[in-house]
């Protein structure tokens, strides 16, 4: 019976070792995932942490432009769309959904870094769509995602958008 026992826990030790050991933690399959999507030089780029701020406040007020556009629930014909970008992908309306009444958006700067005319921003955003009953309509919750940015007219636009779809 005692050797029985110890094999049983001998197991059981084996085992745990054995998964422990081919478990990923959730942060390193999502930077396999971006790297494979993005490619290592940008995501290198997330490693660096601007402290400039000017740039930061570019990327702020970037993210403040991306927040109103992603908030906005009424009609496509009434949109501010003058100055978005690229940024108008962010539109709601864009999609199949109907019946949106409100959202919930939030957006975190990763960095962001700006030379000459040209620069850009990582964030990581999620937003989420309600009906007027506040049902749930669709969401997205921490996608990353990369602007490539560029000064035209005084003026920073976001040209392009990256993410993984």
Same mark, same amino acid.
């Given at each position: ?12 030790? %084996? ?8 478990? /990923?933690?959730?942060d ?7 790297? +494979?999507?993005?490619? /290592?030089?940008k ?5 660096e ?5 000017? /740039? ?7 993210? &403040?432009?991306?927040? &109103?556009?992603?908030s *906005?629930?009424?009609? @496509? ?9 690229? %940024? ?8 199949? *959904? ?11 700067? %990763? ?8 620069? *850009?921003?990582?964030? @990581?955003?999620?937003?989420? *769509? ?15 995602? +990369? ?12 040209? @392009? ?5």
């Amino acid at each position: 019976m005692g050797k029985n026992i110890h094999h049983i826990v001998c197991f059981v030790i %084996l085992l745990s070792c054995l998964s422990a050991c081919n478990k /990923q933690s959730k942060d390193n399959m999502d930077v396999v995932r971006l790297e +494979r999507f993005y490619g /290592q030089e940008k995501v290198d780029e997330i490693k660096e942490k601007c402290e400039d701020e000017n /740039q930061i406040n570019v990327a702020e007020t970037l993210i &403040e432009r991306a927040r &109103e556009v992603l908030s *906005y629930t009424g009609s @496509k014909d009434e949109a501010d769309r003058k100055g978005v970008g690229a %940024l108008d992908r962010y539109y709601v309306f864009h999609g199949e *959904y109907i019946g949106i009444e409100s959202a919930d958006v939030n957006i975190e700067l %990763l960095t962001t870094k700006q030379e000459h005319n040209k620069g *850009y921003i990582w964030i @990581k955003y999620s937003a989420a *769509y309600y009906d007027k009953e506040n049902r749930l309509i669709t969401a997205s919750f921490d996608v990353p995602s +990369r602007w490539e940015i560029e000064l035209e007219n005084n003026d920073w636009i976001v040209t @392009k958008v990256e993410e993984h779809p």
